[in-house]
């Protein structure tokens, strides 16, 4: 699968990633990406028909708990919110504060 | 300094608590003064956490002074562990080796790293990996490469390669890494240390930072197997702030000899392929041939689809950690730059993640959301999900078929060179050929010495013994048989 310049610009925008610009960069970001991609077809060989899809490697199911703050009971829970909070970029008044989403 | 000053075992250490040889503080002191010099030529830690170790030290002491003689000590009482710097704990810097998370501080403590708190262990700091534990080198993290304490020229492996080098270079005596693809095992090999990828679901990931939810584990270091089981023990077990940890409890893990002798062992083929070291064949026959002299049944079988593993995980775990990776964008954590004035929701996105990211995470995230893309999902996502069923099937047909556990290499090649595989992606993946069927299958698997006695000349060599879901008993059991043959005869 050879990757080309406007499927890459597609999947940094895909990804929110800022476009890589500068050539050298570029190009060889585009070789990897494609000889790592050519190396996946060797799954294409294998016959998976009737095959049901495996996200997981064990048999357990999640296992649901209560839907109550799960917060270790020594720990003081403002404490643990305040250290949160803290690691924001930008807050106001103990809220996360974010850029406008609709312009 | 005397090297060999902090070259001991937990067990060992312990003893000397128990008779009181020796007091915590003196202990960790040492190990605190080794650590710091010791580190200038290796580089295993991104931050030693010293004057809080010692001043827990004292506390322990203190504990101790109070504690009825005659009452056992907590199970990693005095213990110096190190935590690779993926893993929370509350009111300390946790980086993941990423520019992006320079200056975060945990909110809350891993469940893991509490467990070892609450079994008596010092923390003594946080250790280096390759960035977000995307890579086999420790080379790619923004922080600069930890080198391997038996050569400094070579490589330490990875992800988890500061915690490898932690424990190999005897400035811990156990540590704690994650394994998403060999991630624990490949860098215990490279630095001849044990290393343990429990069962998925054996260890809570609460306070691990994800990189493939489906595949991560939390795992130990140690010097020996008897050690590494004992601070597996202490942090397995189920955890109501993971969802996907099993509630299966593990304790008495190491079973008799007459016991464990019974067990019949498989060697797949697969795993002995064109390409990887002579030497290394060399030393995992020895090693399965100690076994078999020693009277186990060993078996050759089968598990077809292993050479298809490394396609299937680098389509499954970049498409989870694209997912992942997203919550990094400038608002929840730090910031790279300022905002221009005008700037919106996507330009900060953007601004963030282009800067912020290297070159390995930005290509496993482009790589992610490529097969997750419209118009290539079916043909890569949803494919290698229907080969990691094959890959997993291939493992339940031979436990089926009266198989316990299974004897394989941990990766083709011994430590290789600082540089040597940095800018080759594709063959930096290849070393984690051996390791990955594992996390793919959700199994246990113990990487462990071949022989002992390590040097520039001679370059640690590991194995793996594997075995089935959530029987970490049979896996240590048996390496800890192992390590018996490695005792020098009295």
């Known amino acids: ?31 990897d990406l494609s000889k790592i991609l050519d190396h996946f077809q060797e799954l294409q060989q294998i016959n998976t028909d009737n095959v049901e899809p495996l996200s997981g490697g064990t048999f357990l199911v999640n296992r649901t708990r209560p839907d109550e703050s799960a917060v270790r009971d020594e720990i003081d829970v403002a404490a643990q919110r305040d250290a949160a909070v803290k690691q924001f970029p930008d807050a106001e008044h103990g809220y996360l504060k974010v850029p406008p989403v609709f312009e | 300094m005397n090297f060999f000053e902090t070259d001991y075992t937990i067990e060992q250490l312990r003893e000397a608590y128990k008779r009181r040889a020796v007091s915590v503080s003196d202990v960790m002191r040492r190990f605190f003064e080794y650590a710091r010099t010791r580190d200038a030529a290796v580089g295993a830690f991104l931050e030693l956490f010293e004057k809080e170790g010692m001043e827990r030290a004292a506390a322990l002491d203190a504990q101790r002074e109070a504690m009825d003689g005659a009452a056992a000590l907590p199970p990693l009482f005095g213990v110096p562990v190190a935590i690779k710097d993926n893993m929370l704990y509350a009111g300390h810097r946790a980086s993941a080796a990423s520019k992006i998370l320079e200056h975060y501080v945990s909110a809350y403590t891993a469940t893991a790293v ?143 000899g007459p016991v464990i002798k019974k067990k019949v062992l498989g060697v797949p083929k697969e795993y002995f392929i064109d390409g990887m070291d002579a030497s290394v064949e060399e030393a995992v026959r020895a090693a399965i041939d100690r076994f078999k002299q020693d009277g186990f049944t060993i078996k050759e079988i089968s598990l077809p689809h292993t050479q298809y593993a490394l396609s299937c995980y680098y389509i499954i775990l970049p498409a989870e950690a694209s997912a992942n990776l997203a919550r990094f964008d400038g608002i929840r954590y730090s910031r790279l730059t300022d905002l221009p004035v005008d700037a919106g929701l996507l330009d900060l996105y953007r601004l963030q993640k282009g800067g912020g990211y290297g070159d390995e995470p930005t290509r496993r995230i482009l790589l992610g959301t490529f097969v997750l893309s419209s118009g290539y999902y079916d043909a890569y996502y949803a494919k290698a999900q229907k080969v990691r069923r094959l890959i997993l099937d291939d493992f339940q047909k031979v436990f089926d078929d009266g198989i316990d556990a299974i004897l394989t290499p941990v990766t ?74 490695l005792k020098p005869a009295a």
């Open chain 2, 114 to 256: 509490q467990k070892l708190i609450d079994a008596g262990a010092v923390i003594v700091g946080r250790t280096n990996l390759d960035e977000f534990a995307m890579g086999s080198s420790t080379e790619y993290s923004a922080f600069g490469a930890t080198r391997n304490p038996y050569d400094p020229t070579k490589v330490p492996g990875g992800s988890s390669g500061g915690s490898a080098a932690a424990v190999a270079g005897n400035m811990v005596l156990a540590s704690l890494g994650s394994d998403t693809g060999g991630s624990i095992r490949q860098p215990a090999s490279f630095c001849g240390a044990v290393g343990l990828k429990p069962t998925y679901g054996s260890v809570s990931r609460y306070g691990l930072m994800a990189l493939a939810s489906s595949l991560d584990q939390i795992g130990p270091f140690a010097k020996t197997v008897r050690d590494a089981a004992r601070v597996f023990e202490v942090i397995a077990g189920p955890d109501s702030l993971d969802a996907t940890s099993a509630p299966i409890a593990h304790e008495n893990l190491l079973v008799d």
């Open chain 1, 1 to 31: 699968m050879l990757l080309d310049d406007a499927t890459l610009d597609h999947l940094f925008d895909l990804a929110r990633i800022r476009r890589e610009e500068d050539p050298v960069r570029r190009k060889k970001l585009l070789q």
């Open chain 2, 412 to 485: 083709p090649t011994t430590a290789f060179a600082i540089g040597e595989k940095k800018d080759d992606p594709l063959s930096m993946y290849l070393s984690d050929i051996f390791t990955i069927p594992v996390n793919l299958a959700g199994l246990p698997a113990l990487s462990l010495p071949v022989d002992r006695g390590f040097s520039k000349e001679n370059m640690p060599i590991n194995f793996q013994i594997i075995g089935k879901h959530f029987d970490e008993r049979t896996v240590l059991s048996l390496g800890d048989y192992y390590e018996m043959y």
